[in-house]
């Protein structure tokens, strides 16, 4: 088996406070909207900052930790566990991005 686990300061700074900062960021976006300040650009501002929390926190697109073990795939993020088997893996594309050290893995086209 080998693991993969994010590092808890990171992953609280790069997941959560994101999250939550991004739901408080679309909320006085709305609010903004709402009083008829700059009701335009607060569109788009709440469309990213929504985008962003969904992500985070609902979609949990960035899981903790990752194992690999034989033939299995587990993704675990918050206590949800995805557990995907590479022999039914129809397709996966990778995207680096070597100045921030990451890498994003999609799985037969992501989402459900």
Excluded: C, H
Aim: avoid cysteine; glycine fraction near 8%; proline fraction near 3%.
């Amino acid at each position: 088996m080998k693991r993969f686990e994010y590092d808890n300061t990171l992953y609280f700074m790069d997941v959560l406070v994101t999250g939550v900062v991004s739901l408080i960021v679309f909320l006085i976006a709305i609010s903004s909207i709402i009083v008829n300040w700059m009701p335009a650009l607060m569109g788009l501002v709440g469309i990213v900052a929504f985008y962003s929390f969904w992500n985070a926190l609902v979609a949990r697109v960035t899981p903790k930790e990752v194992d690999v073990t034989g033939d299995r795939v587990r993704l675990r993020s918050f206590k949800r566990t995805d557990d995907y088997s590479l022999t039914q893996l129809k397709s996966f594309k990778i995207r680096e991005f070597p100045t921030a050290g990451k890498m994003y893995l999609r799985m037969d086209g992501g989402g459900y």
